[in-house]
Nanobody, 121 residues
Framework: QVQLVESGGGLVQAGGSLRLSCAASGSSGRIISVNAMGWYRQAPGKQRELVAS???????KYVDSVKGRFTISRDSAKNTMYLQMNSLKPEDTAVYYCNAEIVFPTWGNYWGQGTQVTVSS
């Protein structure tokens, strides 16, 4: 069974920074490969949206609202993904979820449990 464990959420004032982490692990075996990974967020009353994604070649994409403020990265040796969030705004407040395509040993799409990010004005 694959687990994605997120950490790094919390409460921060507008203009501040947070760094989210998402670590993938296999409870009953070794992960063969981690392909595309992404961070999603869902604010109360809104649909879940893709914030940033990174593929196995570390090519990245961002939603327009976070370009220039957020940076997605990964450490493939550790099966870990990060989201550095700078210049945070109150509208960034949401539960942030990590998502990954993992071969373990067959291909599957997995979600983390979510971590709350709250930005106060």
């Amino acid at each position: 069974q694959v687990q994605l464990v997120e950490s790094g959420g919390g409460l921060v004032q507008a203009g501040g920074s947070l760094r989210l982490s998402c670590a993938a692990s296999g409870s009953s075996g070794r992960i063969i490969s981690v392909n595309a990974m992404g961070w999603y967020r869902q604010a109360p009353g809104k649909q879940r949206e893709l914030v940033a994604s990174i593929n196995s070649l570390s090519s990245t994409k961002y939603v327009d609202s976070v370009k220039g403020r957020f940076t997605i990265s990964r450490d493939s040796a550790k099966n870990t993904m990060y989201l550095q969030m700078n210049s945070l705004k109150p509208e960034d407040t949401a539960v942030y979820y990590c998502n990954a395509e993992i071969v373990f040993p067959t291909w599957g799409n997995y979600w983390g449990q979510g971590t709350q990010v709250t930005v106060s004005s």
